[in-house]
């Protein structure tokens, strides 16, 4: 079936140091892939996506490029902020050629970042 | 909008109790989704709704009712509450068309004693 695997944290960094988180995932068909962001106490929240080979989605400095060649979608920032601290989680949504979305998303099980001053 | 809503915010329960966890869109999506939330396991699907009327299981949908009489509402019941039933609980949704980007409320934190 489906499944995404994200390295396992928790991930400690300095601030403006350079930041990756890898995924990488198990698809049949065309998914979707996403990055969400949790901050403490809260839900999640979409930060980029991207839906096709070579996409590359990008928000708030954050980037991941869909490449279908090594089922893989890793997460960067060139310079992190105390304020990026947060658990950060992949996801897929299955989908064929023909079809939109799928009805469920399929999680990594999440990687914490710790951001220091 | 107020986006994905949900209530409570806490919740302590004692085993075999059963209550509802109510969630609520104002964004007019057809499908809505309730996720469960654990340590170490990302998160789970619990079940689902493609539209009003319209409901099915996901990954872990054992002790866990659904239904969906309208298109912006879709509360969780639990039966009989079990200890393996605490966790965070999500609900989702999300336009029938796009991606399959999901938008998520701010969660239920539930403690079964």
């Known amino acids: 079936g489906d499944s995404v695997t994200q390295m396992e944290g928790p991930v400690t960094l300095s601030e403006e140091a350079f930041l990756t988180i890898n995924c990488t995932y198990t698809a049949t068909g065309y998914p979707s892939l996403f990055w969400y962001v949790q901050y403490p106490g809260e839900g999640l929240q979409l930060l980029l996506k991207a839906t096709k080979a070579d996409d590359k989605g990008s928000n708030k400095g954050f980037e991941a490029t869909y490449r279908k060649e090594t089922t893989s979608f890793h997460l960067e920032k060139g310079s992190v902020q105390v304020s990026d601290s947060a658990v950060y989680f992949c996801a897929l949504s299955p989908r064929t050629y023909t079809q939109g979305g799928s009805e469920k998303l399929v999680f990594g099980k999440g990687t914490k970042l710790t951001v220091n001053p | 909008n107020a986006g994905v809503t949900q209530t409570p915010k806490f919740q302590v329960l004692k085993t075999g109790q059963s209550m509802t966890l109510q969630c609520a869109q104002d964004?007019?999506?057809?499908?809505m989704s309730w996720y469960r939330q654990d340590p170490g396991m990302g998160l789970r699907l619990i079940h689902y709704s493609v539209g009003a009327g319209i409901t099915d299981q996901g990954e872990v949908p054992n002790g866990y009712n659904v239904s969906r009489s309208t298109t912006e509402d879709f509360p969780l019941r639990l039966l009989s509450a079990a200890p393996s039933q605490t966790s965070v609980y999500f609900c989702?949704?999300?336009?029938?068309?796009?991606?399959?980007?999901?938008?998520f409320g701010p969660g239920t934190r539930l403690t079964v004693t």
């Open positions: 989702a949704s999300r336009h029938e068309t796009g991606a399959g980007e999901q938008y």
């Open positions: 964004m007019n999506h057809e499908y």
